[in-house]
């Protein structure tokens, strides 16, 4: 009412903050390991290895052979908006690492309990570190380790109560979640290895994903889904306008998944794993000219030259906008009402090899 008195602006608690951001970078199991593992990535790892303890639920470590984390860095490790990977908002033009927000490791030191075990090619020894919920360096003790990061989360979202009921209600969801986004690493990722293991009960270990590190698509597919599925798969290559071009593999006519929508696809634009509905929908809506009874499975890589597409959309960054993305869904809806017409001629797997 005109007469009631204008109640004060005040600033929300540092740490109520913290803790809301948080959970917009990280949403789930899946977006938390994910951030973790394009860590790994992006420090040059060639070997990961994803240790959960009851599905993530207890914990989860992502254990490197990177390049470490040198002790200058400790301070400001988890600290928010602290990063080595970009310095002035231009530079995402250029980007060519997965992270570059500063925004991973602070996160998780709001929704649970992170160490980081790191050792650099200049140390004899590693080192241990603790943060406290706002990033701050809280322990440090001298451990033994190779060159590499080991990143340890503890009990996820145990400082915000309904996301946290939620998450151990979903767990196997979120591991369900979890499982197809490392397949999408394993897909994609070339030249390195990935293993991840589940720990459940008394130390029952079992090794849920195991790849090679090849250096081919093909060889991904074949190691992830097996030689039986990769038989029923087509090699797509279409240019687009721009320089844009989409290469990888699609379903063929008589050979769907026949599972859920949506559980054997794959997209990913020059090398990350995205959401792309649009590019679904298309898809299926071609697929099921040929095919009504099933879906398609789909792994397709875009690539899109440095400026014609746009990562720093969603917090996630799953989301990523074409600039021209009506001539890409065209050109891409011509290639495939070819490949699913009646008379296609198909190509043999082994030219692309
Ligand atoms: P971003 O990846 O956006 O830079 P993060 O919060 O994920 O932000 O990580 C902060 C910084 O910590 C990174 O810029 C990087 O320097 C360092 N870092 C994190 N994880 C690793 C790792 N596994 N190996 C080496 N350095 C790492
Ligand atoms: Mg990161």
């Known amino acids: 009412t005109p007469d009631s008195v204008s109640p004060t602006i005040r600033p929300i608690n540092k740490g109520v903050v913290y803790r809301i951001c948080a959970g917009q970078v990280i949403l789930d199991l899946s977006s938390a390991v994910k951030e973790l593992v394009e860590n790994s990535l992006d420090a040059g790892a060639t070997s990961i290895e994803i240790a959960l303890k009851e599905y993530g639920e207890e914990h989860f470590q992502v254990i490197d052979n990177g390049c ?24 995402l033009q250029s980007l060519t690492t997965f992270g570059f927000r500063g925004e991973a490791l602070s996160s998780l030191c709001a929704l649970g309990d992170l160490t980081v075990e790191t050792r650099t090619k200049n140390e004899t020894v590693a080192t241990h570190l603790t943060f406290d919920r706002s990033g701050l360096l809280v322990g440090e003790k001298k451990t033994a380790r190779q060159i590499g990061t080991t990143v340890t989360v503890k009990k996820l979202f145990s400082s915000l109560p309904v996301r946290s009921k939620e998450f151990h209600h979903n767990i196997r969801k979120e591991y369900g979640k979890l499982i197809t986004l490392l397949n999408s690493y394993a897909l994609i990722a070339k030249g390195v290895r990935l293993v991840c293991t589940n ?22 597919i074949i190691t992830v889904f097996g030689m039986s599925t990769f038989t029923c798969l087509e090699p797509v290559i279409v240019h687009m306008a721009d320089g844009c071009t989409v290469d990888g593999f699609l379903s063929k006519a008589g050979y769907g998944s026949g599972r859920n929508l949506g559980d054997r696809q794959f997209f990913f634009v020059n090398g990350r794993p995205v959401d792309l509905p649009k590019v679904s929908k298309l898809v299926n809506e071609l697929y099921r ?39 890409i869904l065209l050109s891409l809806r011509e290639a495939l009402e070819k490949i699913y017409s009646p008379n296609y001629a198909s190509y043999s797997v082994n030219k692309f090899d």
């Open 199 to 220: 720990t459940t009960g008394r130390n029952v270990k079992s090794v849920v994903l195991k790849t090679q590190g090849s250096g081919s698509l093909k060889d991904n």
């Open 289 to 327: 000219g040929a095919n009504s009874r099933q879906y398609p499975i789909a792994i397709m890589n875009f690539t899109i030259p440095t400026g014609a597409c746009d990562v720093n959309v969603t917090p996630d960054k799953r989301k990523i906008f074409f600039s021209d993305e009506g001539i």
């Open 68 to 91: 470490g984390i040198s002790p200058n860095n400790f301070k400001v490790l988890a600290l928010k908006h602290h990063t080595s990977k970009l310095s002035d908002f231009p530079d």
